[in-house]
């Protein structure tokens, strides 16, 4: 499986973006997808994550409200509009896919596919 992330750039702060997670095949592997982000100097941290089938989602606290997940299935694509942006926001963003069910899909070990990442920058 093949993960490619897009749809990052630059963005002023209360601005919008839309991140795209394209599947390159073999998405019958993929049981979740999730969003995670890496700040300079900071670990990766979860952002949200949705099911292939059901479209049951998650997101992180720090997103509730300003971010939303979803899922193209015909498309093999996950989007994320991300939605009143704020400098903290400063990440590069990563797709990932997770093989298998897990009950807990925050943590970024539970995932086995990784896209390459898109730079997102929330100017104040």
């Known amino acids: 499986v093949q993960l490619q992330a897009s749809g990052g750039g630059l963005v002023q702060a209360g601005g919008s973006l839309r991140l795209s997670c394209a599947a390159s095949e073999h998405t019958f592997m993929i049981y979740t997808m999730g969003w995670f982000r890496q700040a300079p100097g900071k670990e990766r941290e979860f952002v949200s994550a949705?099911?292939?089938?059901?479209?049951?989602?998650d997101y992180a606290d720090s997103v509730k409200g300003r971010f939303t997940i979803s899922r193209d299935n015909a498309k093999n694509t996950v989007y994320l509009r991300m939605n009143t942006l704020k400098p903290e926001d400063t990440a590069v963003y990563y797709c990932?896919?997770?093989?298998?069910?897990?009950?807990?899909?925050?943590?970024?070990?539970?995932?086995?596919?990784w896209g390459q990442g898109t730079l997102v920058t929330v100017s104040s």
């Open positions: 990932a896919g997770a093989s298998r069910m897990w009950s807990v899909r925050t943590l970024a070990a539970k995932y086995d596919y």
């Open positions: 949705i099911s292939w089938i059901g479209g049951n989602t």
